[in-house]
């Protein structure tokens, strides 16, 4: 059993100094690795640990190198571990969500990370579980690729490694002000949340490298208009079927966006945001205009629950 620690019982100085010592005398004088996706939970981790970044592929636009860009200036050293042919390979012919989480998982854990565990000799990872990961996984919710013990997997006999977990007990309200504290710029602890498989989540059906080229770019559109929304988190969902559109006044099977954008706290209730419609009709245009295969874009309205955040 977990034992949590909100916000209210944090005291984050006295929570730094107690994972730092944790991880020091777990790790002693061997090698730790710390998976860096340069989400709020992951660079949290870097700064009480190590550095290492995994370019999955699955990434949002220009994300591998603003992330080395940013902890360089922390004084972080970040090396990027290009794995986009494994994971494209693992998730090829893949489409129920459960088994695609499962595919990234494999890939992470035993593919990648167990080559660099043998390349380095390191014998621990160092990675952002957080509380609200283990409760869905448990729950049955969904599957998240981080979570192991609670299911009754050891990672040192299914991996060869051990994993720390040092944000185990708090919700993503609390690693903000751990990320805070410890110096992370704002643009990285207070930053909306992305999911361990990245944006494998983000697409209903076959990740493919033209399918991940599509929501990348309505990713980036998505976070760059209602990224002055408040929002907890907002997101492009790329839908498996064709729809039927017009195009120079021709039929036109196309794409289909599904935009989402939340209220939420810790990402265990959420609710849609109530956006303009002038919003709407902007990221609407932007999308299609810019992703020229769309010619379709909803707005998700269903809270959570029974809705989820992710799709996928």
Not at 107 to 117: A, D, L, M, Q, S
Not at 152 to 161: H, K, L, R
Not at 214 to 219: C, E, L, S
Not at 229 to 235: D, V
Request: aromatic share 6%; net charge neutral.
């Amino acid at each position: 059993m977990i034992k949590e620690i909100t916000v209210k019982e944090l005291s984050p100085e006295q929570f730094i100094n107690d994972k730092v010592n944790e991880i020091k005398n777990i790790v002693g004088d061997g090698i730790a690795i710390n998976a860096l996706s340069g989400g709020v939970d992951s660079s949290t981790v870097t700064m009480l640990g190590h550095r290492a970044l995994v370019d999955n592929n699955l990434m949002r636009e220009g994300e591998p190198e603003a992330v080395v860009d940013s902890f360089g200036k922390l004084g972080v050293k970040v090396e990027i571990v290009d794995a986009r042919e494994e994971f494209l390979s693992a998730l090829k012919g893949i489409t129920d969500p459960e088994d695609k989480r499962e595919a990234v998982t494999q890939t992470f854990y035993k593919k990648v990370f167990g080559r660099i565990v043998k390349e380095s000799g390191a014998k621990f990872l160092l990675q952002g579980t957080i509380l609200t990961d283990v409760d869905e996984t448990v729950a049955g919710i969904k599957r998240q690729h981080n979570v192991f013990e609670q299911l009754g997997i050891d990672p040192q006999e299914a991996f060869g490694y051990r994993i720390i977990e040092p944000l185990i007990q708090l919700r993503k309200d609390g690693v903000r002000i751990v990320g805070k504290v410890l110096g992370l710029p704002k643009g990285s602890f207070g930053r909306i949340p992305f999911p361990g498989p990245a944006l494998a989540a983000r697409i209903i059906g076959e990740v493919t490298g033209e399918r991940l080229d599509i929501v990348r770019k309505a990713t980036a559109i998505v976070e760059k208009l209602l990224g002055n929304t408040g929002a907890f988190q907002y997101m492009a969902i790329l839908h498996q079927d064709r729809v039927t559109g017009m195009r120079d006044g021709k039929r036109d099977y196309g794409r289909q966006i599904e935009v989402r954008c939340w209220d939420s706290t810790d990402a265990r209730v959420a609710t849609p945001t109530r956006l303009s419609f002038e919003i709407l009709e902007k990221l609407a245009g932007e999308i299609i205009k810019e992703v020229p295969s769309v010619v379709s874009v909803t707005y998700n309205i269903a809270p959570k629950p029974p809705s989820t955040i992710e799709a996928v």
